[in-house]
């Protein structure tokens, strides 16, 4: 498992390709920074539900979307459990990034390789982060 950072924040992974912003977090105090950075008034729940992981979509007229996902980390999650929270929250990454793009199904080979990376980007968090 990852070691804890001195300064929490969060991973924001580089997305050129699509229309977003896209962020990772297992920290509860960098979640609740960077929604009061991105001017989110209203409470938001780190991990809303009882799985651990959630992602969350921030939106702003004129804004590109940001999505964060935050996965719950304890001494007790199991690397299988970490596996399939990370595989859950990118599927619903996935289908934001193309609601957003305009592309209603997409399948095969691409939606392969977004998976694959998302759920990349979400581990190397966990593990690495």
Not at 67 to 86: C, E, F, K, M, Q
Not at 103 to 124: D, F, K, M, N, V
Request: aromatic share 10%.
């Amino acid at each position: 498992m990852k070691n804890k950072r001195d300064i929490p924040f969060i991973t924001y992974f580089p997305t050129s390709a699509f229309p977003i912003y896209f962020g990772v977090t297992t920290d509860e105090v960098a979640f609740n920074k960077e929604l009061k950075r991105l001017g989110v008034e209203e409470e938001v729940k780190f991990a809303k539900f009882a799985h651990g992981g959630c992602t969350h979509f921030i939106s702003k007229v004129g804004e590109s979307l940001t999505i964060i996902v935050t996965i719950s980390v304890d001494d007790n999650a199991s690397t299988p459990r970490l596996v399939g929270l990370a595989a859950h929250e990118a599927s619903h990454v996935w289908d934001r990034i193309n609601e957003e793009m305009g592309c209603a199904a997409p399948g095969g080979e691409h939606s392969a390789y977004g998976l694959q990376w998302i759920t990349q980007c979400i581990s190397r968090e966990i593990w690495e982060g």
